[in-house]
């Protein structure tokens, strides 16, 4: 039996094609898949880097509607597995119908989910501390990105993930985030459908961008009638789908997905 296609979605800072990893180990076990760019997204993470003007100002639903034209063209609706931004994009996929279930790891906050963590809230200073940045595309300095991303890897491995996979992104989507709770609707997913399928929501336990609280409050905002479920990863920081142990992390989902007959 064939199994369904799988889109891999990718968050703020983190290139693309930082799923091939994932994209291989998927497809010995049967599935193709692939990882489409946010708009503006150049292929490679050096061409990234040298035209982030081309990133800026996309904000979540634009972004989301990109891959609702990508899923479109598929013979069947898919997995969605995101990231991050990527992983509230997910949800947002999968509440909209287009998709047959949802994997979002470590996910940003979906509108409701009130909960500021410090951690969260000093990761994302570089961008939010100046409200000029809305419009425009930022990258992370080595220290912002160990601090947000890779606070619980060794800082060697830390400068090769910096080095190998990060590029500018659009800082709107942050903002949206931000003042999702007393305007706007970008980062608003529709938990109410009840005919979606199953959706799992990942959190690292060190994690400073999206720490756990923030994936279990997402959580509770689904009602359960719908297959909605939470996996902590232990010791596990932001960097958890590109560092050392990315594999535990794919292996728990693929495991999820043959459980949930996927």
């Known amino acids: 039996m064939a199994k369904r296609p799988v889109v891999f979605i990718h968050g703020l800072w983190i290139h693309a094609s930082s799923w091939q990893p994932w994209m291989d180990l998927f497809k010995q076990h049967g ?11 150049s292929d490679t993470v050096k061409a990234c880097r040298a035209n982030p003007q081309m990133i ?11 891959y609702a034209k990508v899923i479109a063209k598929l013979p069947e609706p898919p997995i969605v597995i995101g990231h991050s931004f990527g992983g509230l994009l997910a949800q947002v996929i999968l509440g909209r119908g287009l998709a047959a279930a949802g994997i979002a790891i470590d996910p ?13 809230l000093r990761a994302s200073l570089p961008v939010l501390g100046n409200p000029f940045n809305f419009k425009k595309a930022k990258s992370l300095t080595f220290g912002q990105f160990t601090y947000g991303f890779a606070n619980a890897v060794p800082e060697n491995e830390a400068k090769e993930l910096y080095d190998h996979w990060t590029i500018p992104a659009p800082c709107r989507p942050l903002f949206q985030a931000a003042t999702a709770s007393f305007a706007g609707n970008e980062t ?14 990942t959190g690292g336990e060190k994690d400073h961008i999206a720490p756990p609280i ?12 719908v297959k909605t479920e939470f996996k902590l990863f232990e010791g596990r920081g932001h960097s958890l789908i590109v560092d050392h142990g990315w594999k535990d992390v794919a292996e728990y989902c693929l495991a999820w997905l043959n459980k949930n007959g996927l």
């Open 31 to 41: 599935y193709t898949s692939q990882n489409p760019g946010w708009p503006g997204d």
């Open 56 to 66: 800026a100002n996309h904000g979540v639903t634009g972004i989301a509607d990109s």
């Open 108 to 120: 940003a906050p979906m509108k409701g989910v009130w909960q500021l963590p410090f951690s969260a």
């Open 188 to 201: 608003k997913v529709d938990t109410t459908n009840t005919s979606r399928g199953p959706l799992l929501i």
């Open 214 to 225: 923030l994936g279990q409050a997402s959580l509770k905002k689904y009602p359960a009638t």
